[in-house]
C-alpha cells in the first residue's frame, strides 16, 4: 500500500483573525478554576519589536499526567474532561495569555519521566509553517533535570529558553523570541 | 501500566516550505536561525484535542448564509476528505476555513485594499469532517488581491484551511488555491512549497459531479495529514 503525499503547510498570515480567535479560546480553564496558573508572555521577532499578528496555541496533559481517554495515549488515561487546548491571539504589543492547570508529569513508557510541559505551536504571518516549542515550569528543578528533551539541550542558555519566569503567585511569564539574541528553542516535530 | 511504546508519525521531508524564503518578505526577521532540535514523539506530541460537534453549528458551513442578504459573487461548493497518510479517513476533526470576499476584501481592520466590503459576507467557515473523513462548505468563489510584498505583488484567489487532526503532530494550517490561476506562478507564499508536485497539492479541481445544476459550481480538495510511521503491516490508525 502506498504512501499518501502529506499537503504541505502555508503560512497562517494576517487575517486569521477573523476565524481562528474564539471567545473561550485562552481559557483552557474558566477563568477562577481553583488550581488555575496564568501563562503568558510575548512574542517578538529578530529585531525585537513585537509581533502583533501571532497565533499562540497550547496542548498540554491533565494535572494527573491524563489525556482524557485520547485514543492516541496507549494508557487511555484520563476522564476529567479537561480540553487540554488553549489559542490565543497576541495583541499589539506581541502579547498573549493563557489560563490553565498545570500539566502531570508524564511518562516516556520506557522508565524515563517527561516533567510537566506544554507542547506550543505559533503560526503568523511570515512563518510559511507553525513553529513548535515547549513550556516547562521553573519550580520543577528536579523533574526538568531528568526530562530527556531538556537534556538534549546541551547549551544552558538554550535550555533555558523553554523554562518559564514566575511572575506572581500562579503566575507565569514565557516570552518567544521567534530568532536572534535569546531565540527560543523550536522543534522539528 | 508504565511500560509501553509510543507508534510515532512519519516525518515528511521536503514537504513544507522552508521557514526562510528568500521571495517572502515577512519570513525575513520571523524565521529562526538556529537549527530546529529534534522532538521524539511521547505522549503530549501523538495525542491532541479532539474539537468536533461542540465548537460548529450546521449553518458554519454555509459561507453564503447568516446574512440578511446573499453575498456577491460565484457560489461554490467546496468538498473533499482529509486522510492521513496511510490512507485512512481522519474522522470527527475540526476544519476551520477563512478568506476574502468575491472582490478580494477580508473582513478585517487591517486590509487596507479598496475593494469593497460585503454586507452579506463575513468570510468564515467551520465543520467537522465525517466518518468518511469528508468535509462540506458552500461559500462563494474569493477574489485576487493586492499586497506589499513586491511591485505589482497579488495573492492568488485562496481559501485558507486550518485542521487539527487527531494528534498534534497532525496540525495543519493551509491554502488551497483554484484550477487555471494565472497568479499562481509568481505568488512567493504557493512557490515556497519546494516540491512542484507538492505546489499542484494545493489546487483544487473543479468537479462537474459536485457542481450543482443552477445553483453552485463545484470543487474538490482532498487534505492528507501526517499519519503514522509505516510498519511492516502497515496497519490502519489507531481508531
New interface residues.
Given amino acids: 500500500m502506498s504512501r499518501l503525499p502529506v499537503t504541505p503547510s502555508q503560512t497562517v498570515g494576517p487575517f486569521f483573525a477573523i476565524a481562528l480567535p474564539w471567545p473561550d479560546g485562552p481559557f483552557v480553564v474558566p477563568e477562577g478554576t481553583p488550581g488555575a496558573i496564568t501563562i503568558s508572555g510575548r512574542v517578538t521577532d529578530g529585531a525585537g519589536e513585537p509581533v502583533p499578528d501571532a497565533l499562540v496555541e497550547v496542548w498540554q496533559a491533565d494535572p494527573d499526567g491524563g489525556f482524557n481517554g485520547h485514543p492516541g495515549d496507549p494508557r487511555r488515561t484520563g476522564t476529567s474532561g479537561f480540553r487540554g487546548f488553549g489559542r490565543c491571539p497576541t495583541g499589539a504589543d506581541g502579547g498573549y495569555r493563557i489560563v490553565t492547570l498545570r500539566p502531570g508529569a508524564l511518562p516516556c513508557g520506557d522508565g524515563r519521566t517527561e516533567a510537566p510541559h506544554l507542547d506550543v505551536s505559533v503560526f503568523a504571518r511570515g512563518l510559511l509553517d507553525r513553529l513548535v516549542t515547549r513550556i516547562y515550569f521553573p519550580d520543577e528543578e528536579g523533574a526538568n533535570a531528568a526530562d530527556p528533551v531538556l537534556q538534549s539541550l546541551s547549551l544552558r542558555s538554550r535550555r533555558d529558553t523553554l523554562i518559564a519566569t514566575a511572575a506572581g503567585p500562579g503566575e507565569f511569564r514565557f516570552d518567544i523570541r521567534l530568532q536572534g539574541d535569546g531565540e527560543t528553542v523550536f522543534f522539528d516535530v | 501500566?508504565?511500560?509501553?511504546?509510543?507508534r510515532p508519525y512519519?516525518?515528511?521531508r521536503g514537504?513544507?516550505?522552508?521557514?526562510d524564503?528568500a521571495g517572502?518578505r515577512?519570513?525575513?526577521?520571523?524565521?529562526?536561525?538556529?537549527p530546529?532540535?529534534?522532538?521524539?514523539?511521547?505522549?503530549?506530541?501523538?495525542?491532541?484535542?479532539?474539537?468536533g460537534a461542540q465548537?460548529v453549528t450546521a449553518v458554519d458551513a454555509d459561507l453564503t448564509a447568516g446574512h440578511p442578504g446573499e453575498p456577491q459573487g460565484e457560489r461554490i461548493i467546496l468538498t473533499g476528505r482529509v486522510?492521513?497518510?496511510?490512507?485512512s479517513p481522519v474522522r470527527r476533526a475540526l476544519v476551520?476555513?477563512?478568506q476574502t470576499n468575491a472582490a478580494g476584501r477580508?473582513?478585517?481592520v487591517?486590509?487596507q485594499h479598496s475593494a469593497p466590503l460585503d454586507p452579506n459576507f463575513?468570510?468564515?467557515?467551520?465543520c467537522v469532517s465525517g466518518d468518511d473523513g469528508r468535509y462540506r462548505f458552500v461559500t462563494i468563489k474569493p477574489g485576487a488581491y493586492p499586497w506589499r510584498n513586491h511591485p505589482n505583488a497579488w495573492r492568488p484567489a485562496h481559501v485558507?484551511f486550518?485542521l487539527f487532526g487527531?494528534?498534534?503532530?497532525q496540525?495543519?494550517?493551509?491554502?488551497m488555491y483554484f484550477p487555471g490561476d494565472p497568479l499562481l506562478p509568481l505568488d512567493p507564499?504557493?512557490n515556497?512549497?519546494p516540491?512542484p508536485?507538492?505546489?499542484q497539492?494545493?489546487i483544487a479541481s473543479f468537479d462537474l459531479a459536485t457542481t450543482e445544476p443552477e445553483w453552485a459550481l463545484g470543487y474538490t480538495w482532498d487534505?492528507?495529514?501526517?499519519?503514522r510511521e509505516?510498519t511492516p503491516f502497515?496497519g490502519s490508525d489507531?481508531?
Fill in positions: 501500566m508504565t511500560e509501553f511504546t509510543v512519519e516525518r515528511p514537504v513544507h516550505p522552508p521557514y524564503f517572502y515577512s519570513s525575513a526577521l520571523r524565521a529562526p536561525r538556529q530546529l532540535v529534534l522532538l521524539p514523539h511521547r505522549l503530549t506530541e501523538v495525542t491532541g484535542p479532539l474539537l465548537r486522510l492521513d497518510s496511510g490512507g476551520e476555513i477563512w477580508y473582513r478585517h487591517n486590509d463575513t468570510g468564515l467557515g467551520r485558507h486550518s487527531h494528534a498534534f503532530t496540525r495543519l494550517v493551509t491554502q507564499v504557493f515556497s512549497v516540491d508536485a507538492g505546489r497539492r494545493l487534505i492528507v495529514l501526517r499519519g509505516a502497515e489507531d481508531e
